[in-house]
């Protein structure tokens, strides 16, 4: 599980960013990435903790749909994200 204090670090072998969305190359794959995950790419290139990122995220879309928690939509972008090898989690006691 992905917690509050675990460190969110891009890792993608090459961006391109266009009308704010990102285009990412991981290895062999192109990914064009959605609006949440193109600002996560963006921000994540120094490391963001999931805390910092969710602060950050609201701030930039606003509240999630649905009333869910903005932290459990972090988490669920992140964890998709790092299954693809666009970012890497690392626990902070790493």
Do not use: K, W, Y
Not at 37 to 62: D, K, N, P, Q, W
């Amino acid at each position: 599980m992905i917690a509050d204090h675990d460190v969110v670090v891009t890792t993608v072998d090459d961006a391109l960013i266009r009308n704010d969305r990102v285009l990412v190359l991981v290895g062999s794959e192109v990914m064009l990435l959605s609006l949440v995950g193109s600002e996560v790419v963006r921000v994540c290139a120094g490391g963001l903790t999931i805390t910092e990122l969710g602060v950050h995220l609201l701030a930039v879309f606003g509240e999630p749909p649905n009333g869910a928690s903005v932290h459990d939509q972090t988490r669920t972008v992140v964890g998709s994200l790092r299954e693809v090898g666009v970012v890497h989690v690392t626990s902070a006691t790493e």
